[in-house]
């Protein structure tokens, strides 16, 4: 199993410009996520679903745009990138317990 | 607001010592509480749950009590080593889909 993947590792965007960030998991997990890190804030919960067809948003959701028409996949979207959008973005997935699973991260710079 | 604290964001120790970690909760009352580590560059893994019916779980090295009545939970690493250094992250549940982190703290132990 390969866990849950996320491309790419590294990305710069300009601001205004719109991009995805990808993440498939192969695990069968319901429950996926979205969070970002910011040095001093920890890990803050930007989407999530609960299974295909399903999501809703978390603490920091303005700006971003997530869908899940299979369970495997969860992009993130990002509509009009901002400089406040510089961050390490993580996707997450679990079954119905508890024990959560991350990707290796995102690092997004937005200039 | 359901929150998750770690007041402390760094913390140094010797090698051998034991390192102790606090997790505080405020707003809610969580079921368990997790602990995850965190390397430079990598997603947090997962270490360990404790339940709120559980006082203190165990596991090698690592200890972890939760005290629902000072509304907190300890992280103890005994016998600490250089290669424990990490961030490490206390999580929960927010709701019954969302997980919550703690800001973590940045420990390092020195030879």
């Known amino acids: 199993n390969a866990g849950v993947t996320q491309t790419p590792k590294f990305q710069v965007l300009k601001t205004g410009q719109s991009m995805t960030l990808q993440c498939a998991q192969d695990?069968?997990?319901?429950?996926m996520s979205w969070y970002r890190q910011d040095p001093g804030m920890g890990l803050r919960l930007i989407h999530y679903?609960?299974?295909?067809?399903?999501?809703d948003q978390g603490e920091v959701p303005n700006g971003y745009n997530v869908s899940r028409s299979t369970t495997e996949d969860f992009p993130l979207r990002l509509l009009s990138a901002a400089p406040s959008q510089t961050s390490v973005y993580f996707c997450?997935?679990?079954?119905?317990?508890?024990?959560?699973?991350f990707g290796q991260g995102t690092r997004l710079t937005v200039v | 607001s359901q929150k998750i604290e770690q007041n402390s964001e760094a913390l140094n120790i010797q090698e051998g010592k034991t390192a102790t970690l606090t997790c505080n909760y405020t707003?809610?009352?969580?079921?368990?509480l997790q602990w995850y580590r965190q390397d430079p560059g990598r997603g947090p893994v997962f270490l360990l749950l404790?339940?709120?019916?559980?006082k203190e779980k165990r596991k090698e090295r690592l200890k972890v009590t939760f005290d629902t009545t000072l509304k907190q939970s300890l992280f103890h690493i005994t016998a600490s080593q250089p290669a424990d250094s990490a961030t490490y992250l206390c999580?929960?549940?927010?709701?019954?889909?969302?997980?919550?982190f703690g800001s973590g703290t940045r420990l390092s132990i020195r030879p």
């Open positions: 997450a997935s679990r079954d119905g317990g508890a024990e959560v699973f």
């Open positions: 695990m069968n997990h319901e429950y």
């Open positions: 679903s609960v299974g295909a067809g399903i999501t």
């Open positions: 707003n809610y009352s969580p079921a368990y």
């Open positions: 404790i339940r709120e019916n559980e």
């Open positions: 999580a929960s549940y927010s709701s019954a889909s969302k997980i919550i």
